[in-house]
């Protein structure tokens, strides 16, 4: 235990030194999101003039019907906030990390996802800027970004994996 506990340490300098901005890593594994609270990340959004809306008018992570940002990602923060400076769109977060979403490692609960509103500057942004990549198997079609960051048009909403905070 005390080895792993020296690399990480070890992980965490080099990481600061060699991959500035990407994000600190957790002293317990170096592969480690860094997470945030919901007061957090919503002082973030504010500061970048990203809004959110909740169709039950609440934050509480365990109620699907709330739009929640416990436990979300910095780099996805981040990444919702370089979106928002490049595409100059006005951006709508409608999912978080509240349950109710799919599971898996790259999850909304997992903090790795965002749901964003349809809107006419984002469709048209994401389809010209990114990468199609095809469709996703529940037949969502998919576009990824140069920092590889991936778009599914979920039909009423993007469904947005921030694998990395987008050159933040």
Known sequence: MKARSVLAA????????????????SATD??????????????MFRSS??????????????VPTC???????????????????????????TGGTETGHASGTYSHWNGYKLDFGKATCLTTYVKNTFTYIGVRGDGAP???SGAGNVYADEGNHWDVTFYNCGGC
């Open 10 to 25: 070890l992980a965490l300098v080099l990481g600061a030194l060699f991959a500035p901005g990407i994000g600190a890593l």
């Open 142 to 144: 998919q576009w990824k």
């Open 30 to 43: 170096a592969h480690a999101a860094t997470k945030i609270s919901h007061a957090t990340a919503t002082s």
């Open 67 to 93: 739009t929640s940002f416990e436990q979300l990602n910095l780099a996805t923060a981040q990444g919702a906030q370089t979106l928002r400076s490049a595409s100059g769109c006005a951006l709508t977060i």
């Open 49 to 62: 003039g990203i809004t959110w809306s909740s169709s039950g008018g609440c934050s509480d992570r365990n």
